[in-house]
């Protein structure tokens, strides 16, 4: 692509949640650190819950001490307080990024479709409610989560669904995501993919799937997309 080319056309494009979109690292930590208070384990540094964050793996698996005696029931009983706090701490400490409503409201504008696709679920309609506390479910025109395909993200299926829900060709699209994971679905799937540096990705974790681009936060999106550059991986 020269770079007196006009900048491709695209019809949609579609956003991860957390970490992309949704900044909820202190959600996370903060309901982390409440269910080990109720079972009386140690606190666990924030460091080691970003760690187990950005490597993918069960918090469960990873956090807990895998000597604890009747482990398997243990860990049920963490899992019916996470179901039950969760929806409150997301309603108090998760946020949009800042970059998050200004960035969805210009492509909204330019006519683009704007789509999410989440690997988390809601136990209490709390991450509708968040998108329309923060005035952004007006632009959404498709949400897909965690239990609406059977395959989670890397594969393409969640995005695939969101897709066919925006009647969007894939080459027209960009999935936009801050995992290792969002990247691989993205390329299966068939979009364009953007890498986002403000959640558990890392450059040294997401450059070698080679996203389209690498941007620090959303609001570098319009740039990416409108300028009359060609797509080089832009580095800001």
Same mark, same amino acid.
């Given at each position: 692509?020269?770079?007196?080319?006009?900048?491709?056309?695209?019809?949609?494009? /579609?956003?991860?949640?957390?970490?992309?979109? !949704?900044?909820?690292? =202190? &959600?996370?930590?903060?309901?982390?650190?409440?269910?080990?208070?109720?079972?009386?384990?140690?606190?666990?540094?924030?460091?080691?819950?970003?760690?187990?964050?950005?490597?993918?793996?069960?918090?469960?698996?990873?956090?807990?001490?895998?000597?604890?005696?009747?482990?398997?029931?243990?860990?049920?009983?963490?899992?019916? /307080?996470?179901?039950?706090?969760?929806?409150? !701490?997301?309603?108090? =400490? &998760?946020?949009?990024?800042?970059?998050?409503?200004?960035t969805i409201e210009v492509l909204s504008k330019k006519g683009i479709k704007i789509g999410i696709v989440t690997s988390g679920w809601q136990e209490n309609n709390e991450i509708n409610q968040l998108l329309s506390k923060e005035g952004v479910t007006f632009y959404i025109d498709a949400i897909v989560m965690k239990h609406d395909t059977p395959l989670p993200k890397p594969a393409p299926d969640p995005i695939i669904l969101c897709l066919e829900r925006l009647a969007v060709e894939p080459t027209l699209s960009v999935y936009v995501g801050d995992a290792p994971d969002d990247i691989r679905a993205g390329k299966a799937a068939r979009t364009k993919t953007v890498a986002v540096l403000s959640g558990v990705g890392t450059l040294e974790t997401l450059q070698p799937l080679n996203p389209d681009w690498i941007i620090q936060g959303v609001e570098e999106i319009p740039n990416i997309l409108f300028s009359t550059k060609g797509n080089d991986l832009t580095l800001n």
């Open positions: 692509m020269h770079s007196h080319t006009t900048p491709r056309k695209y019809a949609a494009v /579609i956003f991860d949640l957390d970490g992309t979109l !949704i900044d909820s690292i =202190e &959600a996370y930590y903060q309901d982390l650190r409440e269910i080990f208070r109720r079972m009386d384990l140690p606190p666990v540094p924030k460091a080691e819950v970003l760690r187990v964050m950005r490597s993918g793996l069960s918090p469960w698996d990873s956090l807990i001490p895998s000597d604890i005696p009747n482990r398997k029931e243990f860990l049920q009983r963490c899992i019916t /307080i996470d179901k039950e706090i969760w929806p409150t !701490i997301y309603q108090q =400490e &998760a946020r949009l990024f800042p970059g998050s409503y200004p």
